[in-house]
């Protein structure tokens, strides 16, 4: 009896070709897009969107290809919920989400996973750049860097439960880009030459402030540019607008230039400083999750990656509560932000990680 397999298809080249090794490799598949929003109810045109038309159009033409049946699941309300609603949240109380994050943790292996599970489908799988494997000796699921480092999406991958893990799978984990169009292209996929999506799907241009604002129908007040010592420098255009270590749009006359090191959303002030007032050696997190260790047992020496664009960093970690840990840097990093996830390694392993409070 061959394995079961569910298919997460975005319309994308990445989850074509993954749902092309899945069948090859003799898995029963089925295909599934997820409906995340109505592109009109946040402003959005379809050429736009993950959700478009056009997007699960291509993903049912590959489906059909590959003699899989398709659908589409409505996970909008949820996506709303989850996703839309906390990213809104988090600008106006001034930290930056990722929500790409949020919409791995519970659309795509929260709600599209216990829906395989109730089609009878053991496993999800998806177009990530990523690899998971098992340890004998820890008996425990472990989530790896993709074996291509300028394609690995582990970072974003780290709120994976043992559960998801041992019925996910990640076939480009040990592929480049280039190796995927190729393929891609020798099945004649639509898609196979199809841009990579590089903005967050519901948010035009990387506009957050203007889709706050459209979204909520809100008007965020303008408020006080100050120095560390309190000083007003001029006035801001509203919170939802900065972020730790913006520059560029403040709109101000400078003598030298200055950087946000702080939102206040008591106050409604945005704090500006010096690009060394950036630079911090600890931090927070909480809503911690780890995947290759049961806990954090005393000091946990790894490197430690503060964004997603950020270089991994050495540093000590240490537990505060049972969702609460420290992250002490051996050299101060810059621009940490609220908000934002730290993610753990051990070389390609992730240990784990958290959003930084």
């Given at each position: ?22 069948k ?13 929003f ?5 402003g ?77 489908y ?22 790896k ?45 639509i ?30 007040p ?68 780890l ?19 950020a ?22 990093q ?24």
């Amino acid at each position: 009896m061959s394995k079961k397999a569910l298919i997460a298809m975005s319309g994308g080249v990445d989850s074509s070709v993954a749902a092309y090794l899945m069948k090859e490799q003799g898995y029963n598949c089925i295909g599934a897009t997820m409906k995340l929003f109505q592109n009109e109810d946040i402003g959005l045109s379809k050429e736009h969107s993950c959700c478009s038309i056009d997007d699960v159009e291509d993903a049912r033409r590959v489906a059909s290809a590959l003699d899989m049946p398709f659908y589409v699941l409505n996970f909008s309300e949820n996506f709303k919920e989850k996703v839309v609603d906390k990213f809104v949240s988090c600008y106006e109380n001034g930290l930056t989400p990722n929500p790409c994050i949020e919409c791995n943790r519970h659309l795509k292996f929260e709600h599209l996973y216990n829906k395989a599970r109730e089609l009878g489908y053991e496993y999800v799988v998806t177009g990530h750049y990523s690899r998971i494997s098992y340890n004998e000796t820890t008996k425990r699921y472990e989530l790896k860097k993709a074996a291509d480092p300028t394609k690995d999406q582990s970072y974003v991958l780290y709120s994976m439960t043992q559960e998801q893990l041992s019925h996910t799978l990640f076939p480009l984990g040990e592929m480049s880009k280039e190796q995927v169009r190729e393929l891609a292209s020798s099945q004649n996929f639509i898609n196979a030459n199809k841009h990579d999506s590089q903005d967050i799907c519901f948010v035009v241009n990387g506009k957050y402030a203007d889709f706050i604002e459209n979204y909520t129908g809100k008007n965020y007040p303008e408020g006080d540019f100050v120095d560390l010592e309190g000083n007003v420098l001029g006035r801001h255009k509203g919170i939802i607008r900065y972020t730790i270590g913006q520059r560029r749009g403040l709109g101000l006359s400078l003598k030298q230039s200055m950087y946000v090191v702080k939102v206040d959303p008591i106050s409604n002030t945005v704090v500006l400083g010096y690009n060394e007032d950036l630079f911090t050696t600890t931090l927070q997190a909480n809503n911690v999750n780890l995947i290759s260790i049961p806990e954090i047992a005393g000091e946990l020496r790894c490197k430690a990656r503060p964004r997603y664009n950020a270089k991994e960093a050495w540093a000590t970690v240490t537990k505060i509560d049972h969702d609460t840990i420290k992250v002490v840097f051996d050299e101060p990093q810059r621009a940490i932000t609220k908000g934002q996830a730290v993610v753990l390694y051990d070389e390609d392993l992730v240990i784990g990680g958290g959003t930084i409070i």
